[in-house]
């Protein structure tokens, strides 16, 4: 679980994360998002929600962390979902998540 919130640290430095309903919602959108990570305590709407656009956008979702520590990893207060928008960050992060 360390690694997951140090990588997701480094992606943010980087510039590689998109967080935030409307700022996730366009990565998805357009395209851009490589990866969704939800937090698993989101309200069972907010889940259905982003569920249903990786679904559609064909983009790989996972649920992890809550939102309290989705937020502070990335040095922002509760996040409820964050895109990944780098190959490289969002490969390494689903080895991770995967295991």
């Known amino acids: 679980m360390n690694k997951i919130i140090s990588l997701l640290g480094?992606?943010?430095?980087a510039g590689k994360l998109s967080s935030g309903e409307v700022a996730v919602e366009k990565a998805v959108k357009t395209g851009k998002?490589?990866?969704l990570l939800i937090?698993?305590?989101?309200?069972?709407a907010t889940k259905k929600?982003?569920?249903d656009m990786a679904a559609?956008?064909?983009?790989?979702?996972y649920e992890t962390l809550s939102k309290?520590?989705?937020?502070?990893?990335?040095g922002k207060v509760?996040?409820?979902?964050v895109a990944v928008v780098d190959a490289g960050f969002s490969?390494?992060?689903?080895r991770l998540l995967s295991d």
């Open 33 to 35: 998002a490589k990866l």
């Open 56 to 61: 559609y956008y064909q983009v790989p979702l």
């Open 49 to 51: 929600g982003y569920k």
């Open 68 to 74: 309290q520590e989705l937020g502070e990893c990335i």
């Open 10 to 13: 480094l992606a943010q430095k």
């Open 78 to 81: 509760q996040r409820a979902a």
């Open 39 to 44: 937090a698993a305590d989101s309200s069972e």
């Open 91 to 94: 490969k390494a992060l689903i």
